[in-house]
């Protein structure tokens, strides 16, 4: 599957528990055809998939993904999973799927948990969204 095809299939679908990290799982074992990884990303939130990726070598060498540094490289690319710090109103940080930069920031195709969580809002699903570098901690690619 492309990733034209999995937005098409899952825009404004609640993918999994509508979480985030549900909609990143669901992308690499579609699109990546990577074997999710459960136990990352769920204890501690989305921003572990950067922070405890590293530590968990037998998990790295199964995934077939790439961590890049935001401090060390130059930017993410269209399909890369891009990794968010946690912020003062969200603790568990946050991973989206790359689509372009543009003049106001990033366009990624993501799913917020965050915004389900609260009683007033209903489950919004998988949309468009736009990000700024500021939280950006890393982002994630597949191998070649």
Request: charged share 25%; proline share 2%.
């Amino acid at each position: 599957m492309k990733l034209h095809e999995f937005i098409n299939l899952n825009l404004g679908k609640v993918v999994r528990d509508g979480q985030c990290v549900a909609l990143f799982r669901e992308y690499i074992q579609d699109v990546w055809k990577v074997r999710p990884f459960e136990g990352l990303g769920t204890d501690g939130g989305a921003q572990d998939l950067f922070y405890r990726h590293s530590s968990l070598p037998e998990q790295s060498k199964q995934s077939d993904l790439i961590v890049y540094d935001v401090t060390i490289n130059n930017r993410p690319q269209y399909g890369d999973a891009v990794i968010f710090s946690a912020s003062a109103t969200n603790q568990w940080g946050h991973v989206a799927i790359f689509l372009c930069d543009t003049s106001n920031g990033m366009l990624v195709f993501e799913q917020s948990g965050i915004a389900a969580m609260n009683k007033d809002t209903d489950r919004m699903g998988a949309k468009f969204g736009l990000w700024g570098d500021e939280r950006l901690l890393s982002w994630l690619r597949k191998k070649e």
